[in-house]
């Protein structure tokens, strides 16, 4: 949503009217009055245009966030489909997919596999794929808990490193979702 920087332009051309009528020495006070309440209601005509404006972007900003939540509580009302949670597992994690014989030594090799696998493939997966790679997730980052004290500095650092890859990779296809919704709202 890009939103007009009205305020700052009206202010100028509300202040540049304001001293335009105030120096001209052609004028009578009562003129003078006239011209600043003319620039007045162009003013309060602009404020009042942006923000309607700004309420109709709200409604639909709300609406299609109400849509992503009843789209996302409905995939997980469906459950897992037989099978998927196997294959995405094996696609993501490879090697490592059994994530309870993950050791300190290799919990790093793990989330490497696993983010080369996201990038891989992140343009291509729907949301429901994105719901399970976020259930993977949300398994590693246990398993990575659990071996947190034995984790050397070096890979506690890339493992945080490939954490924020991974948020900042779903972030966006969040926002690609809500952009597809508010796109469909609008047709």
Known sequence: MKRPFLFPLSLFMFLTGL???T?????TPRERKETVSRELDKLDERVE??????????KEAKAALARKRAQSLERKARGPVAGKQQQMEQELLGEYRFLSQVSAENIKDAYVHFLQQVRDRKD??????????NGIYKRLNEREK?????????????I???????????NR?????YQRIKKEQGQ
């Open 49 to 58: 245009s942006a923000a309607n404006k700004t309420r109709e972007e709200a």
């Open 23 to 27: 120096i001209s020495c052609d004028t």
């Open 146 to 158: 659990v071996l947190h004290e034995d984790i050397i500095l070096r890979h506690a650092t890339k």
């Open 124 to 133: 291509v997966w729907t949301m429901e794929d994105w719901d399970y790679a």
């Open 173 to 177: 296809a969040d926002l690609k979702d």
């Open 19 to 21: 001293l335009t009528a």
């Open 160 to 170: 945080k490193a490939l954490q924020a890859e991974y948020l900042a990779l779903e």
